[in-house]
């Protein structure tokens, strides 16, 4: 296809003012490869990604209901950026230790444009809530109501509401010397009230600080009169806020604010110096809940009085302080998404496309066939399920070998997994405990499949086991067989139906070999195997990138055709940034589809005028990671875990396997990459001041990738060898 030769379609220029503002660096000078203008800042880039989802809820192309979805997922995520990367980033400036990364910007100094930027978000998703959003539910219908919009019948249902279902689980707490400030949970609502008179002790504290357990709805329905009538909802802020002097009979509640505090999430083991690392774990995930604030929210109508004095309680300064005009919480509006059911406001459901070959034959017998390449969400998940539970069922099977780093402690694959366990199979897991924001959710697995017979083994220490595999040993004809899922995303049901993802189905001789000796080297000790088809980190990815783009130079300045195209969530590790500068000014013609994240500069005449970055954003989550190299005609093509950055390169253990039948790997590049270079519609190019510019159609006609590859493949039988 003409895309191979370089270049995706061109969208039209946006107007300035939906071009995301410049990542905070100088403009670009001609010098090596060194030069810290040549490279975006990782926080930075992390936060125009989130300005990429915030667009979506602005999109009056997105349905209403997944205009508010998107919002609330810009606010999580900015959730998770205060909880890892600001404070990691605060840790830095208070141990005076530099940052290792290639843009040179000093700690300090990041922090200070982090937080204009966030502050500059944070202000938008709000105005976007409030002039955008609540009108268009409104008119709709749906509607949020607020304390002053309350009718007296509405008013006497929330009065009844709180006394029966809110005010039981409330406990004030008060503030004096008896009665310290209280520990806040991480990212708790919370009110801060200001009190004036004397209790029935006498005491006259002048504040006190009230905590709503998680166990509380955040977004309450009022009673409805049916179909056709309009859905209205109280948010459970307001219902405390309107009977918070309920809390403290015979004292004058003066104001009462809410305010909510992000606490540092990211756990730390020395693993080389605990005995267990699942009870250290344990012990950390405890900790977490209460670590070092990084962040504090308050609404706008908090006095400067009790912003001060919470400021103060958190050892934050005011750069830390975010003043909201709503509910302090807003991804808890996502609840609204299932509590109304309105089809038409949302995006239309989906059945995922099984391949023909897989229908109505044994699992095993299908892939002696040949190899059977998905595409997540367009292509059901469910062939992997169904592979893991027949193998829990056959007597053929013997053993069962699987990674596990993000899975679901209820799935359908665990309850596989403990099956076999049970049924004496030899069933082994590889749990990585140290999975962000799933610790807790992998230790129960880890418990679990212990107690089911399995053996669990936690990767290895210094390195998270971040690789999806699967291999399953099966007796047939008296000899011993193997097949062998490997992906690009997790074992998570849930997550294949909103990431895209590749997986292949295989029982190729070498790679299951290959992925035998990966788990050997999991579960065992020894020296790292020579594995024949796949490449794997800590070892040998980096290199073997080096040397695929090295191969492209080469073409290139002997006058052949070169070309890459690579598909990952963020690139940031500066010796591969380096290498694809050089293969630019060899005349390498480079696409790079990069979802979030990005550290290159495109566009640099002399430098990388010969790369193109965009970004897609839509629907689905974009999590695949697909890696191209024209090869002289070869069309090396790779599927992988690893994004391209250091910790996927020397403190992960992943896999990047060949694509190497000729329809699949057919289908990789153009499903995978061709069509993404295509895109119009959720497409952002990346532009050389460091901004992104959203694509539109101009004169071409609209191509959005996601929706082509749902309207090809969740009817269709799909292609295999």
Known sequence: MDELRGGGKKG??????????????????????????????????????????????????????????????????????????????????????????????????????????????????????????????????????????????????ITRYFHDEVLPVLTPVGLDPAHPFPRIANKTLNFIVSLKGKDAFGRSSRAAVVQAPRLLPRVIGLPWAGPGQPREFVMLSSVIHANVEHLFPGMKVKGCYQFRVTRNSDLWVDEEEVDDLLNALQGQLDRRRFSVPARLEVADNCSEEMQDFLLHEFHLGQRDLYRVNGPVNLHRLSQLYDLVDRPELKWRPFVPGTPGKLKGRSIFASIRRGDILLHHPFQSFSPVMELLEEAARDPKVLAIKQTIYRTGTGSEMMESLVEAAKAGKEVTAVVELRARFDEEANIEIATRLQEAGAKVVYGIVGYKAHAKMLLIVRREGGQLHRYVHLGTGNYHPGTARAYSDFGLLTCDEALCEDVHDVFQQLTGLGRAAGLRRLVQSPFRLHAELEERIAAEIAAAKAGRKARIIAKMNALIEPQIIQSLYRASLAGVEIDLIVRGACALRPGVPGVSDKIRVRSIVGRFLEHSRAFYFFADGEERTYLSSADWMPRNFFRRVELCFPVESKKLKRRVIEEGLLLYLQDNVDAWELLPTGRYRRTTPGEEPPCAAQQTLLDLLQDEAGLVT
Do not use: C
């Not at 410049?22 to 040549?38: C, M, N, T």
């Not at 141990?95 to 040179?104: F, K, Q, S, T, V």
């Not at 709000?126 to 002053?148: Q, S, T």
């Open 12 to 157: 039209a220029e946006l107007p300035p003012e939906r071009i995301a503002p410049p990542a905070g660096l100088p403009a670009p000078s001609s010098p090596g490869f060194d030069d810290p203008s040549l490279y975006f800042n990782r926080e930075l880039s992390l936060l125009e990604f989130n300005d990429r989802v915030l667009q979506l809820a602005r999109d009056p192309k997105v349905p209403l209901l997944e205009r508010l979805r998107f919002l609330t997922i810009s606010t999580s995520n900015l959730d998770e950026f205060f909880e890892i990367r600001v404070s990691g980033l605060k840790e830095h400036i208070a141990y005076e230790i530099g940052l290792p990364n290639p843009d040179a910007v000093a700690p300090a100094e990041l922090f200070g444009l982090v937080a204009v930027r966030a502050h500059e978000l944070v202000e938008e998703q709000y105005r976007v809530l409030n002039d955008e959003l609540l009108p268009a539910l409104e008119a709709e219908g749906i509607r949020i109501l607020k304390r002053g919009h309350w009718t007296e019948r509405q008013t006497e249902w």
